[in-house]
């Protein structure tokens, strides 16, 4: 019988570039079917940090691989949807708007308002990973938002109506809202309401591995700002989420087949814009647990 080797995985070559605009790296040459390397990890970590949303193209991945690769950066969190999980791997989510004989595939209006996910946890996400199984021939990007930026350059009023405040977060804000909600999203049972009760994070939070203060509220999940009359809480809300999703403040990523897109939730919110409702669209999705926002 041949030795079991325990040699280190070799380093990969590989290259990260920066992409056009303020957020966002694209990786190139680098192969997740392969374990990494420390070294390499360190680099994919690096940039994660640096670039918020790191976009590694044409990987031939599978699902375990693909939480293989997510469960290097943490700890998985299930979906509260079960019945949106992949078959046999129930730390993939299916964001899909497909049809199949009447039953949606996927979580079909994922990420149809600006949010960070999770934000409705005690523990809310680290960072989630895409990666495209079927693309749309047009529509279907996503775009991210840079929180600590959009906290940066918040106009002085603003910066001191939030400071030291709280904002509540719920799953069910907008769970119901808009078209076709009722079929994809299914009447939640008690167990699951169970595990999504609200909780309230910091407006301002800080990243806990970059140091960076970032804003932390999203018109998906956020109910309302702690100890404010509700006309207030709404109207400074609807300022702040103003002011983050400016233009020059969001990158827009269009989607290339295999790409695997992998975000900050700490950092960034998010938005899906939307396909078009003949052209199908599908993504298996990974999320990695962090800690309580401060
Ligand atoms: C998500 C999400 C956006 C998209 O999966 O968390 O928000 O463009 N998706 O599918
Ligand atoms: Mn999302």
Redesign the pocket.
């Known amino acids: 019988m041949p030795a079991v080797s325990f040699a280190p995985s070799p380093a990969q070559t590989f290259e990260i570039r920066p992409l056009q605009g303020l957020v966002g790296a694209e990786i190139i040459g680098l192969d997740l079917t392969r374990a990494l390397s420390d070294e390499d990890f360190a680099r994919v970590h690096r940039a994660h940090l640096d670039h918020h949303v790191v976009v590694f193209r044409d990987q031939r991945i599978t699902p375990q691989q693909q939480i293989e690769f997510s469960r290097r950066f943490g700890v998985l969190q299930i979906h509260v949807l079960k019945q949106f999980l992949l078959a046999g791997h129930p730390e993939i ?1 299916i ?1 899909s708007n497909i049809v199949e004989n009447g039953q949606p595939v996927g ?1 079909g209006d ?2 149809k308002y600006w ?1 960070s ?1 999770l934000s409705y946890k005690e523990l809310p996400s680290l960072g ?1 990973m ?1 990666h495209a199984q079927e693309l749309p021939s047009e529509g ?4 991210f938002a840079d929180m600590h930026r959009a906290y940066d350059t918040l106009p002085a009023h603003l910066r001191s109506a939030i400071e030291g405040r709280s904002a509540v977060h719920s799953y069910t804000a907008r769970y119901s809202e808009g078209k076709n909600a009722a079929s994809w999203r299914p009447t939640l049972t008690a167990e699951q309401l169970a595990q999504v009760v609200t909780v309230t994070h910091p407006v301002v939070r800080t990243h806990p591995e970059n140091g960076r203060k970032a804003l932390f509220v999203s018109e998906g999940f956020t109910t309302h700002i702690v100890d404010l009359p509700a006309d207030e809480s709404r109207d400074l809300l609807a300022q702040l989420y103003a002011h983050s999703v400016q233009p020059d403040n969001v990158y827009r ?1 269009q989607w290339q087949p295999h790409d695997m897109v992998f975000w900050d939730n700490r950092s960034l919110i ?4 939307g396909t078009p409702e003949h052209l199908r ?1 599908k ?1 298996f ?1 990974t ?1 990695i647990q962090g800690d309580a926002p401060f």
């Open positions: 989510l964001v979580l994922a990420g949010h996910d989630s895409l279907g990007d996503t775009l990523h998010h938005l899906a814009a669209r993504l999705r999320t």
